[in-house]
């Protein structure tokens, strides 16, 4: 009986655990190039299984079929309205988006995206290649692109429904610093003005006093010696460039620390309930 109830229990779960995941629909997948038919199944095939592997309730090629059936132009669409319409008649939550290229017999390149289809906008895209590869491992490499995919999709444990608006979503308590970090380029700028100031003030300062020539007065009785004076030029190239690298690692340093902020978002779920989210960028 007790074994009954595990095996029940068991099965429960995993229905939870498939009614919970996030559905994803095909709707375009081009293999470019000489390609034969079974060719291009195969590697359909590969990225089906690869998004189910990742986790992803996959819509079947027949309810594709059923949902779109009478919709003309929203089979292969790529515009967001026609993605967010193309989701509401399949129930999926993102809509994939594939194309693979064959360069010369064996060179693959291929790029897959996730459309969201509460507003028809891209939400993760990989790019990348197979180089010298045969038909399995640029299959493979399609099952590794979705596992990436789903990677970069899952921000928590319960996925983000449908119908949960937006608004639901409050907005980041701290914003994402901009990826062109513009605190670690000025650091870099000042470092390299800086230190060949300092290394040319440095020696200034320290050829200054010595000797780099000197001579007979005409009657050989005196002998004239000419020393370098460049301390007056060299102490202020030298404090500017430790000014420079000082202020250079203190916007390092800086930049080091805005980067490791984190920003978190509260979202509200069905029924009331709610978690926070923490985001580091």
Excluded at 17 to 27: G, L, Q
Excluded at 79 to 104: D, F, H, K, M, W
Excluded at 129 to 146: G, I, P, R, T, Y
Excluded at 257 to 264: D, I, Y
Aim: proline letters at 4%.
């Amino acid at each position: 009986m007790k074994k009954i109830s595990l095996i029940a229990l068991t099965f429960a779960l995993l229905g939870v655990a498939s009614a919970r995941a996030e559905r994803v629909a095909v709707n375009t997948f081009e293999v470019l190039g000489k390609n034969s038919e079974a060719t291009h199944r195969q590697l359909r095939d590969g990225l089906i299984q690869g998004l189910a592997a990742a986790g992803f309730a996959v819509v079947s090629s027949e309810e594709m079929t059923k949902a779109l059936r009478g919709s003309n132009g929203l089979s292969g669409c790529t515009t967001p309205a026609c993605v967010r319409q193309v989701g509401e008649l399949t129930g999926a939550n993102y809509i994939v988006q594939g194309s693979i290229e064959t360069l010369g017999n064996s060179n693959y390149v291929f790029v897959v995206q996730l459309l969201d289809t509460r507003d028809g906008q891209p939400t993760a895209r990989i790019d990348d290649h197979c180089d010298v590869c045969s038909l399995a491992d640029a299959k493979q490499a399609l099952v590794n692109a979705a596992a990436e995919l789903k990677r970069k999709t899952a921000v928590s444990v319960v996925p983000i429904d449908r119908t949960i608006k937006p608004a639901l979503i409050s907005p980041p308590v701290s914003k994402p610093i901009s990826h062109r970090r513009p605190l670690r380029i000025a650091a870099v700028a000042l470092a390299v003005v800086g230190l060949p100031v300092l290394a040319c003030g440095g020696a200034l300062w320290g050829v200054d006093g010595l000797e780099y020539t000197h001579k007979t007065s005409t009657d050989g009785t005196m002998k004239i010696i000419q020393n370098w004076d460049t301390l007056a030029i060299g102490i202020p190239l030298t404090v500017v460039g430790v000014a420079m690298l000082g202020t250079a690692i203190g916007l390092f340093v800086h930049d080091e620390a805005v980067r490791n902020k984190t920003s978190v978002a509260v979202i509200s779920l069905p029924g009331g309930g709610m978690f926070t989210l923490d985001a580091p960028f």
